[in-house]
């Protein structure tokens, strides 16, 4: 029997691969018979990250996101070296609590250019002549934030919202390619992200309440992210897959 999930023969790479969703979708695909190409800014957790890993074939490439206007060139080298790539996950990105009395143009603009310009930049390279497969994917890390309000996260918000609607606009784009591009919209998920963010506990349970399934894992996210790279994906482009435990259904 086929699985339509096998990655084999493809190269993928995860930005954001040093930790979270980002390390968990890695190994993921390497169990799946992918070749990863992990990116992140620290090469120690990327070498951790490395070590979870199933097979063979996989690099490191740390790379800071911050420089978006070098990240196209980054991946055509990439791709020149191992091969046009069969998939990429654009896991990298910033959370922060920032009311609205608190906010300043260079904190909107930070959190701006780390959660969608680099995404704009990483499909840029993406599309490149000889730089992805025909038929192959992307799947960029929106959030539930996206699509539901809630207090001291509106720029957080913004920017993962503008993300969804960036990716139905490049799917369309890139039809023509042969190239897809979807979003999965996670809500809260078990990661130090979630446990280094400055909260009370009671804030820590009723967030959790709030999801009526609880709170997601890494490999939650992870398998939806490997649906819509693989053949079981083949017929989706332009979508967001919400992957929220009930939260934005509430």
Known sequence: MVNPLDMQGRTVLVTGASSGIGRETAVLLSELNARVVLAGRNRERLEETLGRMSGEGHRIEPFDLNETDAIPDWIRRIATETGPLGGLVHSAGIFRLLPLQTENTSKVESLMHINLTSAIMIVKGFRRSGCALRGSGAVLLSSAAGLVGAPCIS????????????????????????????????????????????????????????????????????????????????????????????????
Request: negative net charge; aromatic residues 8%; contains cysteine.
């Open 155 to 250: 720029a957080y918000s913004a920017s993962k919202g503008a993300l969804i609607a960036f990716a139905r606009a490049a799917a369309m784009e890139l039809a023509a390619s042969g190239l897809r591009i979807n979003c999965v919209a996670p809500g809260v998920v078990e990661t130090e992200m979630v446990h280094s963010s400055p909260q009370t506990p009671e804030q820590y349970e009723a967030m959790k309440r709030s999801h009526p399934l609880g709170f997601g894992s890494p490999r939650d996210v992870a398998h939806a992210i490997a649906f819509l790279l693989a053949d079981t994906g083949r017929w989706i482009t332009g979508a967001t897959l919400v992957v929220d435990g009930g939260y934005s259904a509430a």
